[in-house]
């Protein structure tokens, strides 16, 4: 039975794909390699509606919700207060940003101590608190729901089918970035991690505008 995380069905894999792999494992295989393209933009991919998301805010125009593939924003509370909807807008869909369209967001942490107290240090206080729908209709939700529509992105579904050929074939994922034939010396390009990347270098440029930085890292 397929996943809602499925970004592709066996039926939408080239042949020389479908036809090397083993029945029993491919969809498995399809479930893990939807996982990795998941991890490697730095949030999920599949339709989810309703999402409560408590956000910390420098107190400036914008907000950065920790998905990216926004497709609308349906409420905003602060401090338990619901902000009427024109006071802000989306402003990024594909990188979850949340503009303040009259006052700047409040900000949520620490201040400094003293009568004149500025604020310290960014926390998220569960103060800030945004209710949103993202990402996309995946063929594994369709498969679970026939009323359901396919709207993931041409891109995203071509870099999953390039995941799931290197995990078949055993190719993509071990990449030289250097390699010298007399002193047979070799490179291999890793992630942040140091570890060999489970989605290849070109399903990454595919998916490159789609991609969040780690928390912490922007």
Known sequence: MPAVEDLLTAAQLPATVRDAADPERLP?????ASLALAAHVGYPLHRRLGVVESVASTGGRYLWLRSGGVRQVTRVE??????????YAL????????LAR??????????SPGVSSTPLHVEDT???LVTYDAGWVTPGQAAL????QVDLPADLQLAVQMVVGALVHGDGA??????SIGGTSLTRATDEDGQLPAVPARARRLVARYRRPRQGAA
């Open 145 to 148: 729901d026939a009323a359901l």
């Open 91 to 98: 402003d990024s869909a594909v990188m979850g940003r949340v």
């Open 126 to 128: 569960g103060e800030l």
């Open 28 to 32: 498995l295989m399809i479930s893990a």
């Open 102 to 111: 009259g006052e700047a967001w409040p900000f949520t942490g620490r201040y």
């Open 174 to 179: 071990e990449e030289a970035v250097s390699e």
């Open 78 to 87: 602060v401090c338990g207060v619901e902000l009427p909807a024109a006071a």
